[in-house]
T-cell receptor, first 112, second 113 residues
Framework: ETGVTQSPTHLIKTRGQQVTLRCSSQ?????VSWYQQALGQGPQFIFQ???????GRGNFPPRFSGLQFPNYSSELNVNALELDDSALYLC???????????FGEGSRLTVL | GENVEQHPSTLSVQEGDSAVIKCTYS??????FPWYKQELGKGPQLIID?????GEKKDQRIAVTLNKTAKHFSLHITETQPEDSAVYFC????????????FGTGTRLQVTL
C-alpha cells in the first residue's frame, strides 16, 4: 500500500479527444510526477510538479499538461489524443526525506 | 540525458535457485538506484534501493550491489519463490532531479516449481 491512488483505473477514448487523469499523493509528499508506460516497456517520465508548479519535463509534447492542487492531488491532461497515447499512466509520490518514489496502480488508457 | 540498459529481458529459474538481474547506466552524475517489482495489472512497487555512497545493501532475500567505476548495478534474489514471479525494473536518478527516474526495459522473472 503506497498511499497513492489514481482514477479512473481504465478508460477508452477515440483519437482527437481529450482526457483527464487524477491522482491523490501520499500525505506530506509535496512533489508528484507522472509517467507513461507503454506495453512491454519501462515507465517514461512525463513531468513533475512541486508546490503547484511544473519543474521538470521529459520528452513529451505540450499537449501533455498537468496541475497540482494545494492538497497535493494532481491531474494529467492529454489533448488531441493519438493512437500511440495508449498506455498505462502512473502517478508517483516523492518523499523528500527518504528520496523514495512510490507509484499508484495506474490508469490504463486505450485510444481507438 | 541518462540511459539505463537492463539484462536479461527474461529469466526463468527453479524455485529455490538464485536470480541475478544486471543494469548499466551512462551518466556518472546519477546517485540513486532503485529497483521496482511490477505484477500484472499493478503499478511498480519499490523493493530495494541503493545510493552511490554504498556498495551493497541487503534486505532478507534481496540484495543490490553497485559498482560506480563500471557504472553497473545488480539485483540478487536468493531462495526464489513462485511469488517472486513478476517484471523487475531497475532505474537511475541524476543528482538533484527529485522524482525523475530513468528506467531500464525490464526483466520478466519466472520462478518454476
Amino acid at each position: 500500500e503506497t498511499g497513492v491512488t489514481q482514477s479512473p483505473t481504465h478508460l477508452i477514448k477515440t483519437r482527437g479527444q481529450q482526457v483527464t487523469l487524477r491522482c491523490s499523493s501520499q500525505s506530506g509528499h509535496n512533489t508528484v510526477s507522472w509517467y507513461q508506460q507503454a506495453l512491454g516497456q519501462g515507465p517514461q517520465f512525463i513531468f513533475q510538479y512541486y508546490r503547484e508548479e511544473e519543474n521538470g519535463r521529459g520528452n513529451f509534447p505540450p499537449r501533455f499538461s498537468g496541475l497540482q492542487f494545494p492538497n497535493y492531488s494532481s491531474e494529467l491532461n492529454v489533448n488531441a489524443l493519438e493512437l500511440d497515447d495508449s498506455a498505462l499512466y502512473l502517478c508517483a509520490s516523492y518523499g523528500v526525506d527518504t528520496g523514495e518514489l512510490f507509484f499508484g496502480e495506474g490508469s490504463r488508457l486505450t485510444v481507438l | 540525458g541518462e540511459n539505463v540498459e537492463q539484462h536479461p529481458s527474461t529469466l526463468s529459474v527453479q524455485e529455490g535457485d538464485s536470480a541475478v538481474i544486471k543494469c548499466t547506466y551512462s551518466d556518472s552524475a546519477s546517485n540513486y538506484f532503485p529497483w521496482y517489482k511490477q505484477e500484472l495489472g499493478k503499478g511498480p512497487q519499490l523493493i530495494i534501493d541503493i545510493r552511490s555512497n554504498v556498495g551493497e545493501k541487503k534486505d532478507q532475500r534481496i540484495a543490490v550491489t553497485l559498482n560506480k567505476t563500471a557504472k553497473h548495478f545488480s539485483l540478487h534474489i536468493t531462495e526464489t519463490q513462485p511469488e517472486d514471479s513478476a517484471v523487475y525494473f531497475c532505474a537511475a536518478r541524476l543528482e538533484g532531479t527529485a522524482s525523475k527516474l530513468t528506467f531500464g526495459t525490464g526483466t520478466r522473472l519466472q520462478v518454476t516449481l
